[in-house]
């Protein structure tokens, strides 16, 4: 498995814990300094980003933004009607995509949920095909600390991407209040657990193209 770049600081390698620890010391909101983005020569692509206005979407978990509760052993999940994701949001989601891929023509909300994990709650790897042409974005409400996790990748986001030769681009995503990710719908991607309750907004956009052209960051390859 091959390790591409890690959230947070640019063109870092992860080799071991111990620089696990020592990156998630350094990511942290304050240290962000732009977008980072993570692609591979099969058409698939990540875009690491911050939205600035997260606190307007944390009435996700309060009615009647959403239509229904599900209680799980680990999570809570809230699903949201899709009408009610803002333009505000869908522009913002576009416009990231434009920056980083050519001839993206317009996205639109297609489904919509909210989770509030439990302590120990997590995600197993899967990925978002039930339509052919999804963007999926993750929006992340809490920082998790040191003492919450046993693991330095304890919370943590991760994301498998393919490559032509057979291995897989692996990367991992710390969460914070406004952290967002914005992903080609056919990623792999999991959460781990951890000792922390937290939250995370989640919308899959339909989209539409001229000629689907992501670029290909060859140094995370």
Excluded at 10 to 23: D, G, L, M, Q
Excluded at 151 to 159: E, V
Aim: charged share 25%; with cysteine; proline share 6%.
């Amino acid at each position: 498995m091959k390790v591409g770049k890690i959230t947070g600081v640019k063109n870092v390698s992860i080799k071991n814990h111990v620089e696990w620890a020592e990156f998630l010391n350094k990511s942290k909101a304050e240290d962000f300094t732009g977008d980072n983005y993570y692609g591979t020569n099969t058409n698939q692509f990540i875009i690491e980003t911050e939205y600035p206005n997260w606190e307007e979407c944390l009435n996700v978990f309060t009615e009647p933004n959403y239509s229904e509760k599900t209680e799980y052993p680990d999570r809570t999940q809230f699903s949201i009607n899709p009408e009610l994701v803002s333009e505000k949001i869908t522009s913002w989601v576009l416009n990231k995509i434009k920056e980083h891929i050519k001839h993206f023509d317009n996205i639109y909300p297609f489904e919509s949920w909210a989770i509030n994990y439990k302590d120990a709650g997590y995600q197993a790897v899967h990925n978002h095909t039930k339509q052919p042409s999804l963007i999926s974005m993750i929006m992340f409400f809490d920082t998790i600390t040191d003492e919450q996790r046993i693991q330095p990748t304890d919370g943590c986001t991760y994301t498998l991407m393919p490559h032509t030769d057979g291995n897989q681009m692996c990367s991992h995503f710390n969460p914070y209040p406004g952290k967002v990710i914005i992903f080609d719908g056919k990623v792999y991607h999991g959460t781990y657990p951890c000792k922390a309750p937290r939250r995370c907004f989640v919308v899959n956009f339909k989209f539409e193209y001229i000629t689907m052209e992501p670029k290909i960051d060859y140094k995370t390859l």
